[in-house]
Structures are given as structure tokens and as C-alpha cells.
């Protein structure tokens, strides 16, 4: 039972966090980009904007930070023999992500909102990409503790701790770029749908002809070509993933399809009804498309679970090795759904604005409600495919060393389902305030760009 709770505790926090991580990520460079086309154009309109989607990443990198902040704490909490074992490791990476990454976010995104009118245009740019850079440099180095818990590389144990022997294995770690390449990319994905949405959305607000109704256009525009492309780029990253997965995590590959006898050529099931393990009642399948997503071989031999459950056991002993295959499978379906979802809406609104006709995205009413409604899809596909990578490695906590069971802190069931509840709690009131906050700003006037004042007002919220 302390096992459960602590995985669903965690899993709670991280979820929950995983919301704001790649909004914000993606929104400050698109921020940094919309403020460099006003720059560059002397463009009154994208310098609006800028300030408009400037409001909603402060938000969300306020949220970001405080639910960031317990996440590192719960390792400590439910996660002591873990942190014991891996503290050698992730002290390089996490001191590094918050003395670096962290305080340059910090600082500049503080020169960035108190210093529009007080540094030059050109030094007030340079503080936004700072602070994209920030954000991105931060993404790395947390992913690349997480990648070391997917691969190990560079360490040995001593006295039953693992101790960093290389940093430089550390950061080249292939399954650290795979994953930050993803990351990042679905990140800007993410960002661009919630621009494409809401500016679509204040564009049917604004009267026609007006000079604000024409900016949000012109950045559903934007958003819409943006979105498409970042999208395209994800489910590339993702295919390199896929074959780094078939390498270093098999028994992953394998969960995904819920295939359980090696195969050849194998097939790739879109949609399974019935029993997985059995033969199941309905099945949509293409063939030879899981050894094509695994080594891009036609006839590729991909192991089945059966097979790698075995060698699993002749190498680390009694117990099983397999993880639970439905939530595997299905998270692994709605992550790709989601995004091909999200590539089909980008291409309708990259439609609707050609010819640079762009009250057709104003004018469309279907458009404009799939836009609204295709904000969910982003956080949809990240999170399942958070769920994926995480469930699909278990029962190991760090791969082929240390199993989640081995892992858990020795506080009791009662402390645990306390802190759960409490977290549930206040995490619920948080995700209500954000909520709160990023749809009044979504309301407010492009004309309304009170940087300093939303500065201070998101500084009280945070401390």
C-alpha cells in the first residue's frame, strides 16, 4: 500500500506539473518571436501581441515554478532510498539546472517585464530570449537525470550508491537528446495551439475591420503554419525515439503494441476491442509498421514480451518484468491520436489562410470552435506520452538497477495518504487560480499592457 500511494502521489504531482512545463517552454519563444517581428518590422501590432501572450506565459511560469519546487521535494518525500542511491547522479544535473538555468530565467524575465521603456529595444529583445533560453536550457538538464534513470551511462556503484564517473557520458547520453528533442518540440506545439485557439477566438470578438481583430488574425495566421510545423517535427523526434527505445528499452517497445511473441515484420495495431493478451474481439492493423517504427526495416525482428520477460529473469532474477500493457498501449495511441489531431487542425487553419485571406479564419465558425476545443490536444498528447515513458519502463525506478519497489521511502501508509490528500487539495486550488488568471488575461484588451503591474501582481501570487 505505501508503494501505491507514493507512484500515485508522484505521478499526481508530476502530471499536474507537466501542464505548465511545456506552455511555458513554448510560449516564451514564441513570445520572443512575436517581439522580434515588432522589432524588426516597427509592427505596433506584433508588439501587442507580444505583451498580450507576455501576460499568459507569466502566468504560467509562475504556476510552473511553485508546482516545479514540490515535484523535487517529493523525491525526498516517498523517494528517500532512491534519492540515496541516485543523489550522486542528479546533483550535477539539477545544481547546474537551477544555478544556471533557473537564474537566468529569473533574472531576465525580471528585465524583461521592468525594463520595456527604461533598456533599448534591442537590449529589452535580447532579455526574452534569455529568458526562452533559460527555460530550454532547464528542460535539459532535468530530462538529462530523467534519461539517466531510462539508460544509465557514465556511473559505478559504490557501497550501494551510484556515483557519477563521466559528466560528458552524462550529457551525451542518446536517450537524453532524443527526449529533449521531443520535448522541446512538443513543447512549441503546445504553445502554438493555445495562440492558434485564443486568437482565433479574440478574432471573432473584435469588429470586423477593426485594427485588433486584424492582429489576432494575423496571429492565428502564424500560429496555425507554426503549430503544423512544430507537430511534423514532434512525431520525427518521435520516430527517433521509438528506435532508441528498441535498443536500450525493448520490453517499452514491446508493451506498446502488446505484441508478446517475437515477431518478424511486425504489424501495428491503430485499434484493439477486446483482450489484449488474447485473441482480441476486433483489431485495426498495418502490417509490417511496428519492425518499420522500431528499425526501419521492412521484415525487422521486434521481440515480444515473453521473449524479453525471460532473458529478463535469466539476468536479474525471480519477479516480472513486464508493465502494465493496457495503460502502456492506450497511452501510447492517444499520444500519437492527439497529435495527428493537432496536425489536421494546423493544415485546416494554414488552409483558411491562404491567399493571405485571413477573414476566412474569422469567418469560419467550425474552425474557430475546433481551434478553442484543440487547445486540450497538446496537453492530451504530452501527458500521455509523460504517462508512457514513465509506466512503460517499470518495474525499474532507474533501468536494470533499481526497481520502484526498492525505491520508496520507509514512512507509513497513513503519512503518505495524508500528504496525498493534501496535495490533491492544494494543487486543485492552484489549477483553479491559474485557470482563473490565464482566462481574464485571455479577455483583456490588446491595448491593456500593463507589464509592471501583472509583474507584481504574479510576484504576490508566487510568494
Known sequence: MQLLLARWEFSAVTVFHFFFVPL?????FL???????????????????????GRLF????????????????QFGLNWSAYSVFVGNIFGAPLAIEALLAFFMESTFIGLWIFGRGRLSPRLHLATIWMVSLGTTLSALFILAANSWMQHPVGYKVVHGQAVLTNFWLLLGNPMLWGSFAHTVLGALATAGAVVLGISTWRAHREPRGSEHRASFLRASRFAAFFTGVATVLVAISGDVQARLMDVYQPMKMAAA??????????????????NLKQKPIFQIRIPHLLSLIADLSWNGQVQGINNIQAAEVAKHGAGSYIPVIPLTYWSFRVMVGAGILLILLSAWGAWLARGNNLERLGESRWFRRAALWGIALPFISNTTGWIFTEI?????IVYGLMTTAKGVSTVTTADIAVTFVAFI???TVIGAVDAWLFVRAARLSLDDTGEEAEGAELAGLVY
Open 31 to 53: 513570445v520572443a518571436l512575436m517581439q522580434t517581428l515588432a522589432y524588426k518590422r516597427g509592427d505596433a501590432g506584433w508588439d501587442r501581441l507580444s505583451r498580450f501572450f
Open 24 to 28: 511555458t517552454i513554448g510560449l516564451a
Open 58 to 73: 507569466l502566468i504560467e511560469m509562475a504556476v510552473g515554478i511553485v508546482t516545479g519546487i514540490v515535484l523535487e521535494f
Open 392 to 396: 512503460g519502463r517499470q518495474p525499474w
Open 425 to 427: 487539495v492544494v494543487y
Open 257 to 274: 503494441e502488446a505484441l508478446y511473441t517475437t515477431k518478424s515484420g511486425a504489424s501495428f495495431s491503430i485499434l484493439t476491442i477486446g
